[in-house]
């Protein structure tokens, strides 16, 4: 008999499998979410007190602490009422040096750089072929002088044989106007002369103004003509300079009034890389000395011109400057910083401090302003207090304290605030 295999023949043992065990896992993270969960709390708990703070009136004093601020007094006093202006420094005269005759460049008597003076000697052109077209043109003079004396005479004669009746009148008419007719070739002739002379002296070459001669055209020994462009030098004058420069067609009553009344209008040039501030640098004062008689209707603009002495040759001809024309100067002003000034939802205003450490909004009327300072027509009064540092934060009646003085409210110092335009106030 035959037996049959048990299906489960040859195969392994059973092994039981492994059971999942989830508890394992979620013990092994629980900490970790933990974990989690109390970094979030804590930086929750941080930004919540961190804006707290941020909002809190004077900032790291705390809420209710006062601020840091800075304070200037309101004073009386001038203030200048100034166009301010970009300018070009423009030589009242600038020479170009040409020969006026041809001919062999002889000789330079300058140095590149050099002052020179009206009538200095510059240079010479060969002046032997004008010197022998002179002494030719005065042979010819003395030729035609002696025919025109022997002339004169045979005239006279002439007419004393007319009056004889010895000739006839026909004759003494030829010789008078032959007469006429040498007297017009001598007159030529002395032309000729006085233009062989000029001619002479053109060759010896004089600066036309006095000023600084600039870098040499030619070089000595080179044919030159009064065709060429370059010249031989330029000279330009240095003293006296002026300055060229425009403003807006607004401010032309503003110029041209105290201008035809006769007053003198000061004028300032300061270097250009400085923005006309009190520490700019000042190259130069003068006066204006010209106002251009049209407005440009491309730009609707005006030109003016002011002329300074230039001593110390601190403007130097193309320069371009910052130019402070001083139109008139008020007095008795209430005077402030510009920092102090800001502007919100009442428009102009200032913040005061109070006696008792405070801090009030004053709606202001502004007046000129000169760089750095502010006159102002009304809402203050000479002798107040007005903060011109720390505004970003302060609102109407919020305390402050000024440098070196003590908080009132606890906490230590304050720290420095930015200067800022600072918020509208509430009212």
Not at 176 to 182: C, E, G, P, S, T
Not at 253 to 275: C, E, I, Y
Request: charged share 20%; aromatic share 4%; hydrophobic share 40%.
């Amino acid at each position: 008999m035959t037996s049959t295999p048990h299906p489960t023949a040859g195969r392994p043992p059973f092994q039981p499998t492994r059971r999942f065990q989830p508890w394992a896992f979620t013990r092994r993270n629980k900490w970790i979410l933990l974990g989690g969960l109390l970094i979030i709390v804590i930086l929750f708990v941080l930004i919540r007190h961190g804006t707290q703070t941020a909002t809190a009136p004077g900032g790291q004093f705390g809420a209710g602490a006062p601020m840091a601020i800075n304070a200037a007094k309101v004073e009386q006093g001038d203030v200048q009422v100034i166009l301010n202006a970009l300018g070009t420094v423009t030589p009242l005269q600038t020479v170009t040096v040409r020969t006026q005759i041809n001919g062999q460049l002889q000789q330079i008597a300058f140095t590149e750089g050099q002052m020179v003076k009206k009538g200095d000697f510059l240079a010479e052109v060969d002046p032997r072929p004008y010197q022998a077209a002179l002494e030719q043109a005065q042979g010819t003079l003395i030729r035609d002088q002696a025919l025109l004396k022997n002339a004169q005479l045979d005239a006279e004669r002439y007419v004393k044989l007319v009056q004889q009746d010895s000739i006839a009148s026909q004759t003494r008419d030829t010789q008078l106007a032959l007469v006429r007719q040498d007297e017009g070739i001598v007159a030529t002739d002395q032309a000729a002369v006085d233009t062989a002379k000029l001619n002479l002296d053109y060759c010896h070459i004089v600066s036309p103004v006095t000023g600084r001669v600039g870098l040499r055209q030619v070089d000595q020994g080179n044919y030159v003509t009064p065709g060429d462009t370059n010249g031989i030098v330029v000279v330009t004058q240095l003293q006296p300079i002026s300055v060229l420069f425009s403003l807006p067609e607004d401010n032309v009553l503003q110029v041209t009034r105290p201008a035809h009344s006769g007053k003198t209008l000061a004028t300032a040039a300061f270097a250009k890389d400085d923005n006309v501030k009190s520490d700019a640098t000042k190259l130069a004062t003068g006066a204006l000395s010209n106002i251009d008689n049209q407005i440009d209707t491309t730009t609707g603009q005006f030109k003016l011109r002011a002329q300074f002495d230039n001593s110390d040759e601190s403007l130097f001809p193309n320069q371009f400057v910052n130019i402070q024309l001083l139109i008139d100067t008020l007095h008795d002003q209430m005077v402030v910083p510009t920092a102090a000034i800001q502007r919100g939802a009442p428009g102009t205003f200032v913040y005061t401090v109070n006696p008792d450490s405070t801090v009030s909004v004053k709606p202001v009327k502004l007046g000129v302003a000169q760089g750095e300072r502010q006159a102002i027509l009304s809402g203050i009064a000479v002798g107040d207090m007005v903060v011109t540092d720390g505004v970003d934060r302060l609102r109407d009646g919020a305390k402050v304290v000024l440098p070196g003085a003590q908080p009132s409210g606890g906490g230590g110092g304050g720290g420095k605030h930015k200067r800022g335009g600072g918020s509208p106030p509430q009212q």
